[in-house]
């Protein structure tokens, strides 16, 4: 399976502190996305990096990608109560079609 | 431009009841996938659709019929629940053309059928 993992499956920090997230997935990939599910909601997409880029950012939000590793992470800089969700890595491959979710790391920012 | 919507929120069959769940989308997408989320597991593929009159397998298909006969629509269909089955439903859609790092890659997601089967 292509399925990814995030690591840690939960954590929790004070706002403003910096959260970071792993993933790791298996296969080769076409690129890697991160996603965002606040409680009893539908996920909603946050960024994607390609398979030759390593690093990207968006806000305060700053993805890597180790193609040697397989391995992704996202850093969530100075955190707010309102980040409090569970984000999920999404991966797929060059032919498309599909893509492989993890399980999750479930965030909780304490106000 | 409602997105992707999904019809009913909430529903509660018996064991051995059919149901059919509506996902509808208005971005003109090609792509449609059907997932099922469980406490613990993240989202698993049931079905997908690469365009209109397409379907195929995802990673967990049995016990689950598929639909797409209009571009806009897909449908997943329950011939007889089982208690397994409890869970909350996703759809989700792409524009799905293929390429490193492409946009159209994206998925957008609709808000979810939490369904129970007693």
């Known amino acids: 399976s292509q399925q990814g993992e995030e690591d840690p499956q939960a954590l929790s920090i004070q706002e403003g502190e910096n959260a970071t997230m792993n993933c790791s997935y298996k296969t080769s990939i076409n690129n890697l996305q991160w996603y965002r599910q606040n409680s009893g909601r539908g996920l909603v997409h946050l960024i994607l990096?390609?398979?030759?880029?390593r690093e990207k950012h968006s806000g305060r939000l700053r993805v890597t990608l180790d193609t040697s590793k397989k391995s992704s992470s996202l850093l969530i800089t100075a955190s707010r109560a309102a980040d409090t969700a569970s984000y999920f890595c999404?991966?797929?491959?060059?032919?498309?079609?599909?893509?492989?979710f993890g399980s999750g790391t479930k965030l909780n920012v304490k106000p | 431009n409602a997105g992707v919507t999904q019809t009913p929120k909430f529903r509660v069959l018996k064991t051995g009841q059919s149901m059919t769940l509506l996902c509808a989308q208005d971005?003109?997408?090609?792509?449609m996938y059907w997932y099922r989320q469980d406490p613990g597991m993240g989202l698993r593929l049931i079905h997908y659709?690469?365009?209109?009159?397409?379907?195929a397998k995802g990673e967990v298909p049995d016990g689950y019929n598929v639909s797409r006969l209009k571009k806009q629509n897909f449908l997943l269909g329950l011939e007889s629940a089982a208690p397994s089955q409890t869970s909350v439903y996703f759809c989700?859609?792409?524009?799905?053309?293929?390429?490193?790092?492409?946009?159209?890659?994206?998925?957008?997601f609709g808000p979810g059928t939490r369904l129970t089967v007693l």
């Open positions: 999404a991966t797929s491959r060059y032919n498309f079609n599909k893509f492989y």
């Open positions: 971005m003109n997408h090609e792509y």
């Open positions: 989700a859609s792409t524009q799905g053309l293929a390429g490193a790092g492409s946009s159209y890659n994206e998925q957008f």
């Open positions: 659709s690469v365009g209109e009159g397409t379907t």
């Open positions: 990096i390609r398979s030759n880029e």
